[in-house]
């Protein structure tokens, strides 16, 4: 079975305090995803990647950073976490060329205190 | 600006009730329309819609897209428990297929 995989379910971080969070895919998918998801907003997208270390900004990068050192491996860095980061996190990846092949992680909701 | 509107945002019927969940949508270009259903953490993919007035069916969840009225509507018919969930729309704003997504309709059966 094919699988989006995220280290984390729940994780509490302190203001300031560097947050890593890592995605795995087994599907050999070139795109890869981070979104946040926040009640009455829906998804929205952080940052993308189309390729091994490469990487897109998307709608709300500001305060994230990413990493994608390995095709199936795509890392979401808060610098500096803050409050308003608080939020659920998913990641998806896709193949190429097709809107409907997304599958997503699990999801990590993070509180950031 | 593209933008997608769902209605309602919340609903809370029966079981066995009947409900429909509504997208509207603004795009620049139009390709598709995709539903999904997040039940507790991961979105997963229902329908894919391109043309107007052709009903994708899966059991008892229907979905048909309206290009005129630029909006779709998810059917769910004799619902159940397990059709709680957040169900979300979805479209590719571009030719890479960024999606852009609605806000979600958050939908509770009662048994």
Not at chain 1, 6 to 22: A, H, P, W
Request: net charge positive; aromatic share 10%.
């Amino acid at each position: 079975d094919v699988k989006v995989t995220q280290s984390s379910r729940y994780l509490v971080k302190r203001t300031g305090e560097k947050v890593f969070l890592e995605c795995v895919q087994d599907m050999d998918h070139e795109n890869m995803f981070w979104y946040r998801q926040d009640p009455g907003l829906g998804l929205r997208l952080i940052y993308f990647s189309y390729d091994v270390k490469m990487k897109e900004k998307g709608d709300i990068p500001e305060g994230y950073s990413v990493s994608r050192e390995k095709k199936e491996r795509f890392s979401l860095i808060l610098e500096s976490a803050s409050t308003n980061q608080t939020s659920m996190y998913l990641c998806a990846s896709r193949p190429p060329g097709t809107p409907y092949g997304y599958t997503f992680g699990s999801g990590t909701r993070l509180t950031v205190v | 600006e593209d933008k997608v509107v769902q209605s309602p945002l919340s609903l809370v019927v029966h079981e066995g009730d009947t409900v429909t969940l509504n997208c509207s949508y603004e795009v620049t270009n139009f390709r598709s329309l995709l539903w999904y259903k997040q039940e507790k953490k991961a979105p997963t993919f229902l329908f894919m819609l391109t043309s107007s007035g052709i009903e994708k069916k899966s059991g008892r969840l229907s979905s048909i897209l309206d290009k005129k009225e630029l909006s779709s509507i998810l059917n769910i018919t004799a619902t159940q428990t397990g059709d709680s969930a957040i169900y979300l729309c979805a479209l590719p704003m571009d030719s890479n297929y960024q999606l852009i997504w609605g806000a979600g309709t958050k939908l509770i059966i009662k048994p």
